[in-house]
């Protein structure tokens, strides 16, 4: 109608608009458009196929409105039977809908907040397991400290086992001197990691917790119990955090890796990357924000422990082995997020893997092995006897030794292949254990066997050489003496 009082002319005019002319004629005409020409369908085309439910539907949703669509469907089809089709679910789910939207209840309404630049931080925890990471083959189980500044969406994570002080300490540290400044506040969840229960049913800092963000200059805050949505933004970004990283091993073609430590270099490769966009913003902020303090605080705790005669130690309720040297000694043990560093005085006596959880034992067979082979009986009614398989091959193994050869005899020889297992590695043994152990493999056998089939024999390795000594020198010394006299 535009282009006609502009050109006067139907055909042309609908060209332009891109309609038939006996269309465009229509309008014109009319001289109205097609919304006001349509007549409102107000009527229906067929029976309604839930005449018979509907009241009782609309009932019970007025006492239950959380009553889901589909159940309450088939709730009332178990009742009314044959008068209604199952092709009527999606019809009643739209008139469900629709009951909602007129009568139902009022949704929770969240308020968008205006950011300042500057001013806080807000930090959580997020399963990362989803990603399928994995190392050398072994799926890596774990979480990403996540920090978030909710003014220009700058972020920084880190690996982590657990919701921890101590995986806290280490990713808030990592985080702000990635930053290189400290915002105003610290706002964090009700995380046991920085809060405890008190006595009234609320929750107030942990002092650990207290003294850490103190060091930064920050103040801290917590969201209210069961409020996630007011960490908002780090909710959010946790989320496109692990959609990118899902990118970026798609597009590397595989999620193994080499160390722990390589997919750690992959994480801060793609947090810079994503960090890049935020560098405006991110510029105002660090005009406001504090200047970091010169050192950081220790990222484990320290504790003295007396290794036992078990030649163990306890450390957070969890057990560890430790060299029988160490037998009667008191250790200083640095607990860190994933492993424990172990001191005699300043000297470090060697590095574990720290388990996950706050339960359980961890035994390293190495530490023992030699012990036992001097004392087999104690073997069948070891406690920790299962840390003494590797794997199942080793467990079918054990199984196999001991039916050819008896208990006592079996049991000997199984130490005698784990000892041999210590000296060359599973990854080097594991393969001949798991074929030897298997039904295919004839005749019985010891572990002097595979000994010999891996060319380890100590005579063949080895040959004894003949020494035979030259005693002219010492015939020369001793009359030299006598001369002398």
């Not at 097609?34 to 029976?47: G, S």
């Not at 969240?110 to 806080?120: D, I, M, N």
């Not at 960490?231 to 989320?239: A, F, I, K, P, Q």
Request: charge should be positive.
């Amino acid at each position: 109608m535009s282009e006609y009082q502009k050109e006067a002319k139907i055909v042309v005019s609908a060209m332009k608009a891109d309609v038939h002319p006996q269309t465009a004629r229509k309008y014109i005409q009319a001289a109205q458009p097609p919304a006001e020409l349509q007549r409102k369908h107000d009527w229906r085309t067929r029976p309604d196929p839930l005449a018979a439910i509907w009241e009782p539907a609309r009932q019970m949703l007025s006492q239950a409105p959380e009553l889901e669509a589909k159940e309450l469907f088939q709730y009332l089809r178990g009742i009314y039977g044959e008068q209604i089709s199952d092709s009527a679910l999606r019809s009643f789910q739209r008139r469900v809908l629709q009951w909602r939207l007129q009568h139902g209840p009022d949704k929770e309404v969240f308020f968008e907040q205006e950011h300042q630049p500057g001013k806080v931080m807000q930090l959580d925890w997020t399963n990362a397991d989803e990603l399928a990471v994995t190392v050398r083959g072994a799926p890596l189980d774990h979480l990403l400290c996540h920090s978030v500044l909710p003014y220009s969406n700058w972020s920084w994570a880190t690996r982590c086992q657990s919701e921890s002080l101590l995986s806290l300490r280490h990713g808030l540290q990592e985080g702000l001197h990635q930053l290189g400044a400290a915002p105003e506040r610290l706002q964090i969840d009700n995380s046991s990691a920085a809060t405890h229960r008190i006595g009234t049913g609320g929750r107030e800092f942990n002092g650990d917790f207290l003294a850490l963000v103190e060091h930064y200059g920050m103040k801290p805050q917590t969201i209210a119990i069961q409020k996630p949505n007011q960490n908002g933004d780090v909710e959010s970004r946790n989320g496109h955090l692990k959609r990118r990283l899902k990118q970026r091993l798609l597009l590397r073609g595989y999620r193994d890796f080499e160390r722990a430590e390589e997919y750690d270099q992959f994480l801060g490769a793609a947090l810079r990357k994503a960090n890049q966009p935020c560098a405006v913003k991110l510029k105002e902020e660090m005009a406001l924000m504090r200047p970091l303090p010169a050192a950081r605080l220790s990222e484990y705790d320290e504790l003295r422990c007396r290794v036992s005669h078990h030649s163990s130690i306890r450390v957070k309720k969890v057990t560890y082995s430790v060299p029988a040297r160490l037998i009667g000694q008191e250790v200083k043990v640095e607990v860190y997020e994933g492993h424990l560093k172990i001191f005699h005085g300043r000297e470090l006596l060697l590095e574990l893997a720290r388990a996950t959880g706050d339960r359980g034992v961890v035994i390293n067979y190495r530490h023992l092995i030699e012990h036992l082979l001097r004392k087999p009986g104690a073997f069948a009614h070891y406690a920790h006897r299962q840390e003494f398989f590797p794997d199942s091959s080793f467990r079918l193994a054990y199984d196999r030794l001991v039916n050819d050869h008896g208990l006592r005899a079996g049991q000997i020889e199984y130490l005698r292949l784990l000892k041999l297992t210590s000296e060359l590695g599973e990854s080097a043994l594991g393969a001949v254990v798991g074929e030897w152990a298997g039904p295919n493999r004839p005749g019985r056998w010891r572990a002097a066997d595979v000994r010999r089939y891996l060319h380890l024999d100590a005579a063949a390795r080895w040959p004894e050489m003949t020494l035979e000594p030259e005693l002219s020198g010492y015939d020369a010394l001793l009359e030299r003496r006598l001369s002398h006299e």
